[in-house]
């Protein structure tokens, strides 16, 4: 389901962060670049025409002053070009991920600005825009508030990258005080606070809010007991159980004998699933008497109409009945053992550090752990705490995080250990 407009709470964006870009070199400190243009105002478009945006994983990415607003501001080093005043740009380049759920269909996407000298750009790279798309409301010049709406170039579904592109012209200032991302109305900000903020609106996937305020997401393989993402059976699988197609007995005269007919499985007669990573998969049966081939007719192997065949999302033990039929129905049948079975640990990760340290004077608050099991999906609810921390007393203190899960599987326990110090009495 697809939510118009829904507010900005259920996207989230990695830090600002800062470059300055791959004009600095040896020989040109400051990265000057000369203007292919005569521009006329600050922040004028010709002027980006020299400015190159450095690759998202470029290792001259630093954190801005201010991850959530960016808070840049230095002296002009424009001072010191040949030309100190629309000749030459010192360009200053800010990114930041934004994670769009793909249940948000975008309806409005701007960067608002305050304090910004001289002018910036602003390019969305994107699956649809892989090198970057700028049009003419991407610009601000010196002094403006903001970009035009630029939600119909957002991919909801997706990580959207936006580079803002900061050029200096003039010896004056240098300055980038605020560009705040808002998604269909609302401040998209650099951090989580809850998990229903990472919400991307897939029942097959967990999405936690990290202790960094930065969103993860686990795929899952079961959910509620159910296969998050069954496939269908090929067009081969389902002619293979057609009676339509199954082999024909000869037509020479020979003599019909119930005890004739042998019924043989493919594959072991009982089989074992590790739940939520195997899958289930039908060899199915072959018979014959003396007359030739016999038909099998298959129950509940899935593939059939008399039964949904065994779920490897829920531990149980399956039965798949295949029955040979004569042309004088007689009858033999044999049953496949199917049993699905939770025989790994689930997996248990601390959220946050396994050392913190806290002013002593106030409630210590745990970022606690999460869990995933192959088989019963997320199950951080279950993780159990053992331990207290007095955060008005100092200390060293342990808290032990373990679980269980429904199959009697049990993690290794974890342990974080909070040092409370610096009592302000």
Not at 8 to 21: E, K, L, S, V
Request: hydrophobic share 30%; with cysteine; aromatic share 8%.
């Amino acid at each position: 389901m697809v939510l118009c407009g829904l507010p900005a709470f259920a996207q989230t964006r990695t830090p600002w962060q800062m470059h300055n870009g791959l004009e600095v070199s040896a020989t040109n400190p400051n990265g000057f670049k000369k203007f292919t243009c005569n521009p006329t105002q600050h922040g004028q478009i010709c002027e980006y025409d020299v400015a190159t945006i450095p690759p998202q994983s470029d290792s001259g990415w630093a954190i801005a002053p201010n991850g959530e607003t960016i808070g840049f501001s230095i002296p002009s080093r424009v001072c010191q070009a040949p030309i100190a005043c629309l000749g030459y740009g010192d360009f200053t380049y800010f990114q930041t991920l934004v994670d769009v759920p793909a249940n948000v269909a975008v309806t409005q996407f701007t960067i608002a600005f305050s304090g910004m000298d001289d002018g910036s750009r602003v390019t969305i790279f994107n699956s649809q825009y892989p090198a970057g798309l700028v049009i003419p409301g991407s610009y601000v010049y010196f002094g403006g508030s903001g970009t035009t709406n630029l939600g119909p170039y957002v991919k909801s579904g997706e990580i959207n990258r936006v580079v803002v592109t900061q050029v200096d012209d003039c010896c004056s200032e240098n300055n980038l005080d605020s560009a705040i991302v808002v998604l269909n109305g609302e401040p998209v900000g650099a951090d989580c606070h809850s998990d229903l903020e990472c919400d991307d609106g897939n029942a097959c996937t967990a999405d936690i809010c990290q202790s960094d305020g930065s969103c993860v997401s686990h795929t899952l393989a079961c959910v509620g007991g159910e296969l998050c993402n069954p496939q269908p059976p090929t067009l081969s699988a389902l002619a293979s159980y057609s009676s339509s197609n199954a082999s024909q007995q000869s037509s020479s005269t020979c003599e019909i004998v119930p005890s004739n007919i042998a019924i043989t499985l493919n594959g072991p007669q009982h089989l074992l699933l590790e739940c939520g990573v195997d899958s289930w998969v039908d060899q199915g049966a072959q018979a014959s008497d003396a007359c030739g081939a016999v038909e099998v007719i298959t129950h509940n192997s899935g593939h059939d109409a008399y039964g949904p065949g065994p779920n490897t999302c829920s531990e149980g033990t399956y039965s798949v009945q295949y029955r040979a039929l004569d042309a004088q129905n007689n009858e033999v049948q044999i049953v496949r053992s199917v049993q699905v079975e939770d025989t790994l640990v689930p997996a248990l990760t601390l959220k946050g550090s396994a050392h913190e340290y806290h002013k002593c004077g106030s409630q210590w608050v745990d970022p606690g752990a999460e869990s995933f099991d192959e088989c019963y999906g997320n199950i951080s609810a279950e993780v159990k705490t053992t331990g207290y921390v007095n955060g008005w007393v100092p200390g060293l203190y342990t808290v032990t995080y373990s679980v269980t899960d429904s199959g009697g599987n049990s993690a290794t326990p974890l342990t974080r250990t909070v040092e409370v110090a610096n009592c302000p009495w």
